[in-house]
């Protein structure tokens, strides 16, 4: 039994640090306290996911898996929320909506997004799912006297209140298919016997629930509305945090049954013909957006199609490919969304047109912005390239050359609307007054750039972890523990 | 035993069993009997009675005030965050019953078990409790200050003095 | 057709005549009564399907407290005026009338199927999986996990429900 403690270590003390902000938050009160004691739990459990990086099995009676994956996902939520805890309290400040509560919602978030990638049940997918979505709603409307934040809430709210009953729908034929709620266990009933009309159904409807949480086509339709109204950290929160949990989970069942899915065609051609629509249509309306947020909200439609690349390859060269892309997004993202917070909510400036001439006077905080759009969109020696390249490969290998060659133009067509950024930011003369910012946020800013150039030089060493971490995810009936 | 006549979803193992009915089936064609009890005799007074309205007898309060404008009126949000934790709390209720149930068998454990999950969730009121929510919020009438004294001017207001309301306790 | 049979048939018709009532009616407090019925139906339903426990939670939670809620939020919304309510027949409806239909099309396929959709059946019989101290038991010891667990999502939902909805949330002094 104290086994299944060990080996839950980072999920149990996320569950128990999110009961003490609380507690702090009842106490004294303090936004700026909860805030601090919130960044410490992000890295108190990030640590003990490295810590215990080797431990592996299945925990409390089969619910949980625990393995390098689920330690590395845990990394990525972490360090997802850490970055933007630290970066939204000057926004929060100026919009007038800096409550204690923010940091305890995310932090909530966060210990679903860990249920989520260790669910090996799928009662755990459920409540994991639901954690983290419905800390989202709150957080999209945590502005509650803006129109918009309401009206972003609202959808988000409709719509995943939608994925969700079809996902739980799909878990109900599922189990009435095999007579099984864990996973592995449904794998094993699926190949004694064989998949029914009803299994495929709930399992359609089952993905279909994620695929609404990553945005993919044709469920995005709410992403750029809800990212638009939210506030800015917490959309950059929604698209790099939630976007990799639900890949984790994505990953987690389709693993489950990689025996099963490698022999269907219908499956490999579904989900390519998804990635290949997210792709283009993600790209193809971004070029269209004046308002940096919504760019940046196809912009995550468009790489949410790229990562659904190495779903469609069902490879563990793809599955390790879109952990890394995962890991290089939550950064770049971050950075992105976090340079659009601090201009807007300093000066509401919002159009790719009103960063004319930063360069001039904020040098730093323009290279960073730079840096991270010219990695989004996969300039070769940054971090966004090898997560690109490592997933297309892996297309390539799983003989869906169209598929991985598809990509790269959609990449090629995404360069227009991110270099955009950078023309504006280096080649355009600065209109109206200088824009000032805080000097630290931009060296925060460049140290995030610097990290994204880092795993773009120095990949190697992350990916023997990913491809490492993915071993016992790959295995899933070996259950000898 | 899950057998629909007209569907074909049909279990594999057990085949169609005979039409009898659980306890809990008693118990609920005893609900429809009332409700069907009820229904017939309503709809058998209303066949037989007189009909014969006039204003005075279909005007709400037949001896007594007039009533004026509709029945709408809009509640105030204090019930409703009262509401919401409630529910909250109506679902934990849920999740204790079967535990009651079993809670003999599973001895100790089981105590343990509720207890931390009881905490928890009693850290969700004592949060609301802390900030207030619980506070039955009354009403301030805003109410123009009136001078002092008969012929003194109302005084000016201060400009510097920023217009933040008060921390409510 | 057996005793169960009619009771089903009876159930479904009183389902499909509430949720019709629901979207149909005019007024907000009659669709939400409306609600209040279909789901009384649906605990019938859960009852015959042997299910009891969630029979009886369906009727607490939802028939009770969920829909308390619903009305608080009616009242609160002041509808008075009904007829901006009303909502014209456009293209989005059409589209949704015609996704609807669809649906129906392949349920009644899946009804005229000759060759039955098998459902897998665990050993115990259900009877007693339905019950309370089945429940309880797996609830303490096999789904011990998400059991705890779902107390921290109930506790986002106090946390969630407080920000959104207080009326006089003041943030806290600035740093």
């Known amino acids: 039994m104290p086994n299944d403690y060990l080996l839950s270590l980072p999920i149990l003390a996320a569950a128990g640090w999110s009961v003490l902000l609380i507690i702090l938050e009842a106490m004294l009160s303090r936004a700026a306290l909860t805030r601090v004691f919130a960044m410490l739990g992000f890295a108190l459990v990030g640590g003990l996911s490295v810590i215990g990086f080797p431990l592996q099995g299945l925990a409390f009676s089969e619910m949980l898996r625990i393995g390098g994956f689920q330690h590395f996902a845990n990394i990525i939520f972490c360090l997802s929320g850490l970055l933007v805890v630290a970066l939204s309290e000057k926004y929060l400040d100026d919009e007038n909506v800096h409550y204690g509560e923010y940091y305890i919602v995310a932090f909530i978030s966060v210990v679903g997004m860990m249920l989520l990638a260790a669910a090996a049940n799928m009662a755990i997918l459920f409540i994991g799912l639901e954690m983290m979505s419905i800390a989202l709603y709150v957080l999209a409307g945590l502005m509650r006297r803006d129109v918009r934040s309401n009206e972003a809430a609202m959808k988000y709210f409709l719509l995943g209140a939608f994925a969700s009953g079809l996902l739980l729908y799909g878990i109900s034929l599922i189990y009435g298919a095999t007579g099984e709620l864990a996973l592995h266990k449904i794998a094993i009933a699926i190949q004694t016997g064989s998949a029914s009309m009803l299994f495929w159904i709930g399992f359609g409807l089952l993905i279909t629930g994620f695929l609404f949480k990553i945005s993919a086509v044709p469920f995005h339709q709410w992403t750029p509305d809800v990212y638009d109204g939210s506030p800015t950290p917490a959309a950059a929160f929604m698209s790099t945090g939630a976007k990799a949990a639900a890949f984790s989970a994505l990953i987690v069942v389709v693993t489950n049954f990689s025996t099963l899915l490698q022999n269907s065609p219908t499956w490999s051609l579904v989900i390519s013909s998804i990635a290949l629509a997210t792709m283009v249509v993600g790209n193809i309306a971004a070029l269209a957006q004046e308002n940096l947020k919504r760019m940046l909200a196809y912009s995550s439609v468009a790489h949410a199609g790229y990562m659904l690349v190495g779903i469609a390859a069902a490879t563990p060269d793809g599955y390790s490919g879109i952990m890394f892309y995962t890991l290089v997004y939550t950064l770049m993202n971050i950075g992105a969304f976090g340079v659009v917070a601090l201009l807007e909510s300093k000066e509401n400036l919002l159009l790719a047109s009103d960063y004319a001439g930063l360069f001039k006077h904020r040098p730093m905080l323009a290279g960073a912005m730079a840096v991270f759009m010219l990695s989004l969109a996969g300039v070769p020696p940054l971090g966004g390239f090898i997560g690109k390249y490592k997933v297309f490969a892996a297309a390539v290998d799983a003989k869906l050359t169209w598929l991985a060659l598809a990509g790269v133009l959609a990449s090629a067509v995404s360069a227009y609307y991110y270099l955009r950024v950078v023309y504006f930011m280096f080649m355009r003369d600065p209109v109206g007054e200088a824009i000032s910012a805080p000097a630290t946020s931009s060296l925060a800013f460049a140290l995030i750039a610097v990290a994204v150039v880092l795993l773009g030089v120095f990949p190697t060493e992350i990916l023997r972890i990913t491809d490492a971490a993915l071993k016992f995810a790959q295995l899933p009936t070996q259950t000898g523990f | 035993m899950i057998y629909i006549n007209g569907l074909n979803i049909e279990t594999k193992t057990t085949s169609r069993m005979d039409a009898q009915l659980t306890e809990f089936g008693k118990v609920f064609l005893f609900l429809l009997v009332g409700v069907v009890f009820v229904a017939a005799g309503f709809i058998t007074s209303s066949l037989i009675r007189p009909h014969r309205p006039y204003d005075e007898k279909l005007s709400t309060y037949e001896c007594g005030e007039e009533p004026k404008g509709t029945a709408w009126v809009q509640f105030n949000i204090r019930f409703y965050v009262i509401a919401l934790i409630f529910i909250i709390f109506d679902v934990e209720l849920l999740f204790l019953f079967p535990w009651a149930t079993v809670f003999k068998k599973i001895g100790p454990v089981a105590l343990i078990e509720a207890v931390v999950f009881i905490s928890i969730l009693a850290i969700g009121l004592a949060y609301a409790w802390a900030k207030g929510d619980l506070n039955w919020v009354v009403p301030q009438p805003n109410r123009p200050k009136l001078p002092e004294k008969k012929f003194d001017k109302p005084a000016k207001k201060k400009v510097a003095e920023p217009a933040e309301p008060a921390p409510t306790a | 057709m ?174």
């Open chain 3, 2 to 175: 057996d005793v169960s049979g009619i009771l089903f048939v009876f159930l479904g018709a009183q389902i499909i005549v509430a949720t019709v009532g629901t979207v149909w009616s005019r007024n907000p407090v009659t669709s939400a009564l409306f609600l209040v019925l279909n789901f009384f139906a649906l605990g019938g339903l859960y009852l015959l399907l042997e299910a009891q426990f969630i029979a009886v939670v369906q009727v607490i939670v939802y028939a009770g407290a969920i829909m308390v809620l619903f009305l608080f939020t009616i009242m609160l919304l002041n509808l008075d005026n009904e007829r901006a309510l009303a909502e014209k027949f456009d293209l989005r409806k059409g589209f949704a009338v015609l996704l609807g239909g669809v649906l129906l099309v392949e349920l009644l396929y899946i009804i005229g199927l000759k060759t039955p959709i098998p459902i897998k059946q665990t050993a115990l019989t259900t009877v007693q999986l339905g019950e309370a101290k089945y429940i309880g038991r797996e609830l303490l010891t096999n789904f011990l996990f998400p059991f705890e667990i779902v107390s921290i999502l109930l506790l986002l939902a106090v946390v969630g429900a407080i920000v959104l909805a207080k009326k006089n949330f003041t943030t806290s002094p600035k740093s």
